[in-house]
């Protein structure tokens, strides 16, 4: 066995490792992009839910807006990944995170700055109230004096 014949066979070798290898990192390749397919269209339709429940929450309706632009993020963010675009859905996906925290924050604020009328127009009437009883016991203090210079 001459040293052509194993220099031949370690070429060989190293050549069908290199395949093999090159063909697993491929493969591999495709798994993990799979999975990250799969991942960020977990993502969109745990968003989508999160749409619905923030249509719940809208009982005033006071970001109707907002919710339409966020379907439509999500739309968008569903096109790019079947075009395999995968850092533009993380990119989509990222905004339409942050105007979900948008769109809770102004309901939340709706929903206090209609707790603050409601206790303004129950303070009102209270004051309205008070200053009805305060008319009445100014009349009746007057009609007791009026009685009293009367019946001396």
Known sequence: MTTSYWT???????????????????FAMRT??????????????????GVNDIERLDELHTAGDEIVLLKSWLDEAWSLRAKHEYDDVRAVLDRALGQAELIRQKIAASKLRAQADKREAALQETRHKIDVARKAL???????????????
């Open 138 to 152: 100014a009349d009746t203090t007057i009609k007791k004096k009026a009685l009293e210079a009367a019946n001396k």
């Open 8 to 26: 031949r066979r370690w070429a060989r070798t190293l050549a069908l490792s290199a395949a093999f290898g090159m063909a697993g990192g491929t």
């Open 32 to 49: 993990a992009r799979a999975g990250e397919e799969d991942d960020l269209q977990r993502q969109i339709e745990t968003q989508r839910s």
